[in-house]
């Protein structure tokens, strides 16, 4: 279950509007609900409000977590030794 600490760095990183970024990456990575369908955005939302548990599911959440906030380092790098030139 998605912790109270997990849910405000998944605000802080991802935005409030998190559920649009989550759904394709769970589609890329291949993981779909109990019917072999795209989970939907109320099924996200209970998930992460902490009302549904999905271990697959939070597990991919904070891989997307950690990923974005590689990819923001990096573009922060970038920006860094272009604005030094």
Known sequence: MISKKEKRLLIEVLGRQYTPKIMPYL???????????QFSVDSIRMI????RE??????????????TVKAKKAMALKRK???KK
């Open 48 to 51: 992460t409000n902490g009302f």
């Open 27 to 37: 589609q890329n990575v291949g993981i779909k609900n109990e019917k072999g369908k």
């Open 54 to 67: 999905n271990e697959k599911v939070e597990l991919a959440i904070m891989q997307l977590i950690n990923k």
């Open 81 to 83: 030794k272009l604005s």
